[in-house]
């Protein structure tokens, strides 16, 4: 039985700062930021929405009623969830009108929790072919102003349906994990910015992958000549290129030009958005997918995940026919454009604001936010969400 996505879907808030003025800002030559880093845009997200709202906002574009009762699984993947007991998994669940008879988890391990999702949600149908499972990765990536990880901030939410004769890709069984324990970059409890180690965290995203792709050929038999595109999580563009290269060097010349080119096409959407951690390699997937045309039926794509921590997979899967039809293409188009320019010092009072945590009440103005899903306020130590179209 073949299991795969199904469909694929991302959100990212109304809001982009353009990285050349942040750059000017911050005394920064701007190329630093845009070749150096390889970043354009950073989605900023305003406080009406949170990785909650986020990754509703995803999972409603792509969801139809049939989905909406076949769902009897939702795995939230975030590293910046809302409450340390109940799962966003729960409020998504509800946002959406999903079948009840369902189960509801949070997963976290950095920016890798969305692919152990997909992990578990194939094992799921495997069990239970008729059912489908809806994997989110929701995230906002905070460092803080003026800090070295400030370029590589970020807002978003992907969307995956996961499914038996899926009609955009069928994962394979291969796949290769890694765990170690690195403090390359981390988010104590009390803190709502990661501290990273940027240069660790750089040196052991390409460590892990060089380990992982050679355990990978030797367990599959395969190597780059199979590979249509390798997809990347991408905590900045710049980063899945340095892993890459080296490896390139195993192949000739053909492969390694379809393979770069491929490559820059899956950090296109990445570069207008940020990082957007769980959901970063799914970003990069998509825009894949939906911007290199001459992607055909058959194709393998390979995708490596990396969550700081850490822990590391490199998984596949193959294009399925008529895939470009199951993809929302226009709608994200849509959305990358009709996003509005804030400017730094915007950026910086939004960057700013801060939910109350002394159980205090706030009423949040959702008029400003064009979601369908926000954050409307917190009563009650509760957070209010509304979804505009019910
Ligand atoms: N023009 C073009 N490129 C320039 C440049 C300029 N004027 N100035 C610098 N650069 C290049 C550097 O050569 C470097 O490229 P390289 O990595 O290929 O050598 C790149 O821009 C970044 O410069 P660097 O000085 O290393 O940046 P930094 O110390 O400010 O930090 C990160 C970069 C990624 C470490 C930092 O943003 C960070 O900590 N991010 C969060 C953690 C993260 O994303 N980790 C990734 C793995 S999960």
New binding site residues.
């Given amino acids: 039985m073949k299991i795969g996505i199904d469909k694929i879907g991302f959100y990212a808030p109304h809001l982009y700062l353009d990285m050349t003025k942040l750059a000017e800002t911050r005394n920064v030559?701007p190329?630093?930021f845009t070749?150096?880093?390889g970043q354009e845009k950073m989605a900023v997200p305003p406080m009406t929405q949170d990785a909650v709202t986020l990754a509703a906002n995803a999972a409603l574009k792509i969801l139809d009623e049939a989905d909406k009762q076949a769902i009897d699984f939702v795995i939230f993947g975030t590293e910046t969830g809302v409450d340390s007991s109940k799962s966003a998994a729960v409020y998504v669940h509800e946002l959406l009108g999903l079948n009840p008879y369902a189960r509801a988890i949070e997963v976290k391990q950095a920016?890798y929790g969305a692919t152990a999702g997909i992990q578990m949600a194939k094992g799921h149908i495997a069990m239970n072919p008729e059912s489908k499972v809806l994997v989110l990765g929701s995230d906002i990536a905070r460092?803080g102003l003026s800090t070295?990880?400030e370029?590589?901030q970020g807002a978003g939410a992907a969307a995956l349906l996961i499914s038996a004769d899926p009609h955009i890709m069928a994962l394979e069984d291969e796949s290769v994990y890694f765990t170690a324990d690195v403090m390359?970059?981390w988010r104590p409890v009390y803190s709502d910015e990661a501290f990273?180690d940027?240069?660790l965290?750089?040196e052991q995203?390409i460590a892990f992958f060089s380990e992982i792709w050679s355990r990978y050929k030797e367990k599959s038999g395969l190597d780059l000549k199979d590979f249509e595109a390798i997809t990347f999580h991408l905590?900045?563009t710049?980063?899945g290129k340095?892993a890459l290269k080296p490896v390139l060097e195993e192949a000739d010349a053909n492969i390694q030009e379809r393979l770069k080119t491929n490559y820059q096409v899956s950090t296109g959407y990445n570069r207008i958005i940020g990082?957007v951690y769980t959901g970063s390699l799914y970003l990069s997937l998509l825009s894949l997918l939906e911007q290199q045309n001459d992607l055909e039926a058959g194709s393998r794509i390979g995708m490596f995940s990396?969550g700081?921590g850490a822990v590391g997979e490199f998984f596949t899967g193959i294009l399925q026919d008529g895939f470009r039809e199951h993809l929302q293409v226009k709608q994200h188009h849509d959305m990358f454009t009709s996003r509005k320019e804030v400017t730094v010092p915007e950026y910086e009072a939004i960057f700013e604001e801060k939910l109350p945590t002394d159980g205090s009440t706030i009423k949040l103005d959702i008029n400003n936010d064009p979601a369908a899903i926000c954050l409307g306020g917190i009563s009650d130590d509760k957070r209010q969400y509304v979804n505009k179209l019910q």
Avoid: E, Q, R, V
Wanted: glycine letters at 10%; hydrophobic letters at 20%.
């Fill in positions: 030559d190329d630093k070749i150096g880093i920016c460092y070295p990880g370029a590589t390359d970059f990273a940027g240069k965290s750089n995203y905590p900045y710049k980063m340095k990082n990396y700081s």
